[in-house]
C-alpha cells in the first residue's frame, strides 16, 4: 500500500468507529449490508488497488450503485403499491456485469444486484431479461433484496436546500482562510455537494416517475 492509499483506508477505519450509523447518517442502511458493505468494500479497495486514484474511483463506483442498484417500495396516486428502482437497472446488462467484474465486487454483492435487476425485469414483464440473467445468476449465492421506503417530499427538499447552501459558502470561506490550493480544494467539494444535490433530486423525479407509470398501468 502507498502512503496515501494508507491515508485512504485510515479515512474509511474512522467512519466505520465514529460516524456510521450516528447522528445525521444513522438513518443510512447499506444496500449490500448482507454481503460486504460498502466501508467494508471500501478497506479492501484502498488495500488491494494499485494506487490510491484507482481504490477512489472504485469507491465512487461502489457508492454510486448503493444508490442506483437499491430497490424501492412506492405507493402510487390510486393507493396501490409499486416497485421503484435506481438508474443502475436501466444500464446494459453487459455494461453493468463487466463494472462489477472490473471493480472485484465480491460474489454476494454481485448476487445481490442481479437479484434486483431480475425483480424489476420481473415487474416490467421484460421475459427476455429475466432468461438472460439466469445463466448469470448461475453459481452466485443467495441474495437478500431490501426494499427501501423513499424520502418524504421535506426531506428532501432540506438535503437539497443545505447541500446547495454549503456549497455556496466553501469557496468564499476558503478563499477567506488560505487562498490558493484550499481555493481549489474547496472548489471541488462544492461541485461534489452540487453533484450530490442533483443526484437526490434525480433519484426523486424518477421515483416518482415511476409511481406514476404503475398507476397508469394498473387503470390500463
Do not use: N
Not at 502507498?2 to 460516524?19: K, N
Not at 486514484?53 to 461502489?62: E, M, Q
Not at 416497485?83 to 460474489?107: K, V
Request: aromatic letters at 6%; glycine letters at 8%.
Amino acid at each position: 500500500m502507498t502512503a496515501a492509499q494508507r491515508v485512504l483506508a485510515a479515512a474509511i477505519g474512522g467512519y466505520r468507529r465514529w460516524l456510521s450509523g450516528r447522528g445525521p447518517l444513522r438513518r443510512v442502511r447499506c444496500t449490500f449490508h448482507a454481503g460486504e458493505s460498502c466501508s467494508s468494500f471500501g478497506l479492501r479497495a484502498a488495500r488491494e488497488a494499485p494506487s490510491a486514484p484507482a481504490a477512489w474511483g472504485r469507491i465512487r463506483r461502489r457508492l454510486r450503485r448503493c444508490r442506483d442498484a437499491s430497490l424501492f417500495a412506492l405507493t402510487a396516486a390510486d393507493g396501490s403499491r409499486a416497485l421503484g428502482w435506481g438508474a443502475d437497472h436501466e444500464r446494459p446488462l453487459d455494461e453493468l456485469c463487466a463494472e462489477l467484474a472490473a471493480d472485484g465486487e465480491a460474489a454476494a454483492a454481485c448476487a445481490t444486484v442481479l437479484a434486483a435487476r431480475e425483480l424489476v425485469a420481473r415487474w416490467r414483464g421484460d421475459v427476455v431479461e429475466v432468461v438472460e440473467l439466469a445463466p448469470r445468476r448461475r453459481g452466485l449465492p443467495p441474495a437478500q433484496v431490501a426494499l427501501r421506503h423513499p424520502p418524504p417530499p421535506r426531506r428532501v427538499a432540506r438535503a437539497l436546500t443545505w447541500r446547495v447552501a454549503l456549497a455556496s459558502i466553501v469557496v468564499p470561506a476558503a478563499a477567506l482562510v488560505s487562498p490558493g490550493p484550499a481555493i481549489a480544494l474547496a472548489a471541488a467539494a462544492a461541485f461534489m455537494l452540487i453533484g450530490s444535490a442533483r443526484g437526490h433530486l434525480a433519484r426523486w423525479s424518477r421515483l416518482r416517475h415511476q409511481a406514476g407509470a404503475a398507476a397508469l398501468r394498473a387503470y390500463s
